[in-house]
């Protein structure tokens, strides 16, 4: 007697069944999402691609999917959501146990709405968060609650691109927009974490160059600026410097960190050593996401198959050519990583970023890369790079730095100089400084402002690296006429860096701009000050002397005006100078013992009044407050212009040595 067998259907899909694949059996399965296909089982129910826009079979919300067999697949929406919670409620229960402070602790799914807790700028008055016993939910909150409002976030990011962007140039300014509107605008989800640290890095750069239409528009003031300057900027270093939870390598993140960088290094209120922790931070980062074999063969090959986004890989080279620029420039200027740098040219594998402006570049198809002479968002960048390459090239060929010793070749040294006054001359006409040019370029400045503080601030650079250049040789100049070019061109340089400095005061250039609270400026414009006094120690009798003077102590005035915003540095310089004046003070004693009255009395010395003398260890911190450290410190600048005819030669090379910016002298 034969039995009658119910035919089994096929578990499988028909199209794995058709293709002889295997298959995973879920509806849809593997096979078919991958290869966008119409699921079909034999038992009549169809799963759809989520490409596709059909609708799924109907079924009762508290069934669960059952296969012939009769074993369950799959939970309805409902029960599983069930399950979720039961599952979110027991994870909670845990963490309250594991974690004693759980008031802090948020849910981990369930970030706060942080629109409404955010602090606005003219509101912080205290350091960011230091608890380590925070989870990662809670910190993430605590730094949201640290950003400032939706308007106010927007009037501080087009700050930043009107004021640091321009001298910068590593932002693509049209992703930065896009990333802070879709950041703070949002009431339901925390920024990520690279987003945030993006989020401070600009909003501490704008804090640093407010200006008062900002404060006006923000209903701050300058008390108000520095405190957010000190939150967002520390908000922003507590991101980097977390030892729990590394920060993830990512285009954004590494672009944050060197805009970090650049606003720390031209802060007053960052120690140095800080501003360069920050560019290591930057490179290991560039390493560790393989950005110096950017544009090696083997990458390029590869993107070649698979394209890449034309605007991250800008971003990228961008951030690798600042720093590249920045290691360079820093070689030659006075500093005390001088006269070495890190990157050497013949084993970079990073082509130069292309110079277009950034809303003509897009994330697929060809990118131009326009001649220097056209004026774009990216020239300054280039021109910045252009003067990096001098400057190793300067490095690479005089007599190393640390021997101390001037080059002996003098004939290297003037065509160096050469190199550097003619990139001088064959700058585009809208970066040049004469009235000629300025009156070419009136109308591509008029449509690109940004040009005007671009230009001074490329000058500035490119005149205290010839004064650099020539600073061995000016002292010698007035014992030997073969290094007179010297003197005149040092001389020339430094009253340019003067008159630069002047131009930074210019009502336009104020409206994007604050000068007095940029160290390098500081540095630059002293160095170009002593210069002077240097030619004025050694022709007292000239006619010009008055003169020379008197642009000493007008360039004094203006950097006594930055006295709050660059206390470090000017106290530093101050030391050296006072160290010069006590050495004269053991002359002039050693001098009345041996000398005779008659002989005395005519020294030059005796026109250096006590007051000279006065050690700074001696001026407390409320003596500054009150003002009278500005007196001291007026009176050391007269005393010591009436003391320069004095001078050795061996204390004028001392004091511009110890004018070099060490970190380690200003910290």
Known sequence: MSTYRASRLPVSCRPCREKKRRCDRNQPCSNCTQRRLTCVYENGSRATNPLETDTLPERNPGEASVDPNGSTLAFSPLRQLDLNKEMLDRLTKLEKAVFPNGAQVSQLTQPE??????????????????????????RLNHLTSNLPPAHQAHLLCEHFVDTIQPTFGVLHVPSTRSLVCSSVDSDKEVPKIDELLMLFSIFAGAALAWTDELLHRLEATKENAVSAFDCYFHSALSIIEEPCTPLPPSVTAVSAISTLAHVAINSDDVVPAKALDLRSRCYNMCREMMIHRLDSPAAQKERVVSPANNIDLEVQRRVWWNM????????????????????????????????VDDVALTISGDIPDLPISVP???????????????SREIIDTITPLADDTPEEDYEVILQLDRKLQNFIKGLPDFCKLDPESMQKSKEICELRPFIYWQRISLHLG????????HRPYHLAAYSDLRYSYSRTTILTSAYKILELRRMMDDPVAKLHFRPERYLVIFLHVTSAAVALAVDLSHNPDAPDAEAIKEKVKGAYETLNKSRKNAESLIRGIEKNMEQVMGTLQKQ????????????????????????????????????????????????????????????????????????DFDPSNFS
């Open 588 to 659: 002039r004693t050693n001098a009345m013992k041996s000398a005779s009255p008659a002989a005395t009395s005519s020294a030059n010395l005796d026109s250096v009044p006590e007051s000279a003398f006065t050690d700074m260890n001696d001026i407390t911190v409320g003596m500054q407050e009150d003002g009278f450290g500005d007196e001291h410190s007026h009176q050391l600048w007269s005393d010591f212009l009436a003391a320069v005819p004095d001078l050795e030669e061996f204390q004028w090379t001392s004091l511009l040595q110890d004018l």
């Open 113 to 138: 709405p942080t629109s409404s807790h955010r602090k606005p700028f003219n509101c912080h008055n205290e350091t960011p968060s230091s608890d380590k016993n925070a989870s990662i939910n809670a």
């Open 324 to 355: 590249v620029a920045s290691d360079w420039l820093t070689s030659f200027s006075g500093s005390s990583q001088e006269g070495i740098y890190t990157f050497i040219p013949r084993l970079l594998r990073v082509k130069q970023p292309r110079n």
């Open 462 to 469: 490119i005149h205290a690296r010839i004064c650099r250049l």
């Open 376 to 390: 774009t968002d990216m020239t300054f960048f280039f021109l910045r790079l252009r003067t990096a390459e001098i």
